[in-house]
């Protein structure tokens, strides 16, 4: 049975910083490619960033480019999300999630989540 747990969410004031973690139980980072996504209120899931597996290139939301950085390690079995420069809009809940993908064209296009954890809480405010 896969297991996908995020943590590392909180408060934090604009232009700060925080690193989310996303663990596994059942499931190999090593083999699968992750994304990020997050959910606020009144608005549409959103993905943030992805890493593949197991050529690790990493892909990213036009929002949120140059700000966060989406990395793994295998050894840990633990997906990072690096998130700095935050804006009061990236406020949502985050979730990790495994990708199932059937159209290989666009990298930000074509899948579909087969796993994901509870999500934590990001919150961005002064």
């Known amino acids: 049975q896969v297991e996908l747990v995020e943590s590392g969410g909180g408060l934090v004031q604009p232009g700060g910083s925080l690193r989310l973690s996303c663990t596994a139980s059942g499931l190999s980072f090593a083999d699968n490619t992750v994304h990020w996504y997050r959910r606020a209120p009144g608005r549409t899931r959103e993905i943030v960033a992805l890493?593949?597996?197991?050529?690790?290139?990493?892909y990213y939301g036009d929002s949120v480019k140059g700000r966060f950085t989406i990395s793994k390690d295998t050894a840990k079995n633990i997906v990072y999300l690096q998130m700095d420069n935050l804006k009061p809009e990236d406020t949502a809940v985050y979730f990790c999630?495994?990708?199932?993908?059937?159209?290989?064209?666009?990298?930000?296009?074509?899948?579909?989540?087969?796993?994901w954890g509870q999500g934590t809480q990001v919150t961005v405010s002064s």
């Open positions: 890493i593949t597996s197991p050529s690790n290139q990493t």
């Open positions: 999630a495994r990708e199932y993908r059937y159209k290989f064209e666009d990298p930000m296009c074509g899948y579909e989540y087969t796993d």
